[in-house]
Every structure is written in structure tokens, then in C-alpha cells.
């Protein structure tokens, strides 16, 4: 099981993530934690009405970062020397430190997109902690019939990164391989909505469906048989290319169902053309099947 966390991207507990900083410990809580993550420090005041406005904004900005950026606020009335030092000269000013020095800043309120725009170029210094190493690993491990310990990674890398698309889909996937239909559909139903429509989770989408027809697939050979008696029968042939997929006969399921298409596209409410996009969906984008079963289906389209 790999370790994740070690690097910059470490998550923090959401109460840890902003802290009210004195003196007494801006050298801990910034200059030292800013070695491991990104920190921005919130000059403030309690009489000020724009630090009102942006604090709020910054603390959620940094909130939905999930750990990749820490904020410190700063009271000036109160800290005056630190203040003083940093030539603090109006306010809200906001400073940036990575690796201990200020790199990044500015002062003013913003709007919400250059505050976001803002932190996502902190988050981006200090990498991605070796999640997509992380994310490569659990794959080779699914690929290789490690399905267990793909999905103990993956879960791994959702508790730093919830809004990870690659290890939702990733989880999804993993559990489908182990026939855990249920529980792959209850983890893709309750992903976070920001992520909902991602590619990865689009295709798991496409997959778990696919893996549902095939637990009810018939017999390969008893589907050809009546495919062959009778080749006008469209709905044994649509039944003939599941049992096909199921089988894991992908190409000659793709075959089948561009051949309803040919003889009648709009058959069944055009279900052969539906069932292709599925299975296309489900396959990744660069896959040979895919690619040459779309150019198929496009010149039957087009023609």
C-alpha cells in the first residue's frame, strides 16, 4: 500500500487550514509551515469594511483547495511589529510564502476569480504530493487483477483529494472488478457534484451499465443461433452483441450493433446507435475499437 501525504500536499484537518496568527508564533505557523505548503497571510483589522468582504472569500478559496494551501490572519491593530516589518502599509494585504520566503501577493479586495486564480497558483508550487503517482500505481494494480488493493489506493487518495475525478472513476472501476455492482453504484452516485460530469466518472457511468447488462446476457452460442435462423431478428442480434460484451468480445459486439444500425437505425428508439455510444463511452478514448467503430458509425450517419 503506498503512502501518500508525504510531500507538500499533505492534507490538514479543515480546522487546521486557517489559524489566527500573532508574533509570538508567525515564525512557526508561516514561515516554518511554508515549507511544507503554501501559506497565505490575511493583514486585517476589525474596523476595516473591505477585509470583511475578502476574508470570508479567502477562507472558503482556501477551504476547497482540501490542504494544498494553509491561510493565516493577521490582525494589524494587534501585531503591529510584524506589521511594521513586512512594510504593511494599507489594508487588506495579502502575502503569500512558499518554502519561507513571500513569493506571491496583493492588496485590496478581489474578486472571486482572481482569488481563486490566486490560489490555485500557490497550490501549484508545491505539486501534487505524488497522487498521480499514486493514481498511476492503483491502475497497474487494477490492470494486473489487484482489485482489492486498486480500491484500498484509490480510497486512500479520495481522503487527500475528495474531488479527485480519476480516483472516483478509479474506485467505481475497482469494485466493479470485483463484482461488487452495488457498492460501485452507490460511490458513483454519491460523488461530489463538482465532479459528477467529469470524463472519468462519465465512463465508470457507462461501465457499470454495461457490467449490468452482462449479468443478464444469455448463452453466446444459443444467441448466434438465432442470429444466424434468422438475421432480420434485430432483437436477438441486439441480445446476440450483449452477450458478446459480456464475454469480453467487445469488437464483435461493436460488429453487431453497427450491422442493426445499418439494417435499421431507427430500430427500438435507436437503441443499437445508444448501446455503441455506451460502449465507446466506456472504453478509453484513445482505444482502437472506439476510434474505428465511431468512424463506422459516422459514415453510416453521413452517408
Given amino acids: 500500500m503506498l503512502e501518500l501525504g508525504q510531500g507538500a500536499q ?93 513569493v506571491d501577493g496583493f492588496q485590496g479586495a478581489i474578486p472571486g476569480s482572481q482569488i481563486k486564480a490566486f490560489i490555485d497558483r500557490l497550490a501549484a508550487l508545491a505539486g501534487d504530493g505524488g497522487l498521480a503517482e499514486a493514481i498511476a500505481a492503483a491502475e497497474e494494480m487494477l490492470e494486473q487483477g489487484a482489485a482489492a488493493d486498486a480500491a484500498e489506493t484509490f480510497a486512500a487518495i479520495l481522503q487527500e483529494e475528495p474531488n479527485n475525478a480519476a480516483a472516483y472513476a478509479g474506485l467505481v472501476r475497482s469494485h466493479l472488478a470485483l463484482g461488487d455492482l452495488e457498492q460501485a453504484e452507490a460511490i458513483l452516485n454519491g460523488a461530489p457534484a463538482e465532479i459528477s460530469h467529469a470524463p472519468e466518472l462519465e465512463a465508470a457511468h457507462a461501465q457499470l451499465e454495461l457490467k449490468k447488462q452482462a449479468a443478464k446476457a444469455g448463452p453466446v452460442d444459443e444467441l448466434r443461433a438465432r442470429v444466424e435462423a434468422n438475421p432480420d431478428d434485430l432483437q436477438a442480434r441486439f441480445d446476440y452483441a450483449q452477450a458478446l460484451y459480456a464475454a469480453g468480445k467487445v469488437a464483435e459486439a461493436v460488429d453487431e450493433l453497427l450491422e442493426i444500425f445499418r439494417r435499421d437505425r431507427n430500430w427500438n428508439d435507436e437503441a443499437a446507435k445508444k448501446q455503441l455510444f455506451t460502449i465507446f463511452e466506456a472504453l478509453p478514448p484513445n482505444d482502437p475499437i472506439a476510434q474505428s467503430g465511431r468512424r463506422r458509425l459516422s459514415s453510416m450517419i453521413f452517408a
Fill in 10 to 102: 499533505a492534507a490538514a484537518p479543515k480546522a487546521d487550514l486557517i489559524k489566527d496568527v500573532r508574533e509570538a508564533d508567525f515564525m512557526t505557523e508561516v514561515i516554518e509551515a511554508s515549507r511544507e505548503v503554501p501559506v497565505i497571510v490575511d493583514f486585517w483589522a476589525p474596523w476595516c469594511g473591505p477585509c470583511r468582504t475578502l476574508g470570508p472569500a479567502l477562507e472558503e478559496a482556501v477551504k476547497a483547495a482540501g490542504g494544498k494551501v494553509r491561510m493565516a490572519k493577521v490582525n494589524v491593530d494587534e501585531n503591529q511589529a510584524i506589521a511594521a516589518q513586512l512594510r504593511i502599509q494599507s489594508i487588506p494585504t495579502v502575502y503569500a510564502f512558499w518554502q519561507g520566503q513571500p
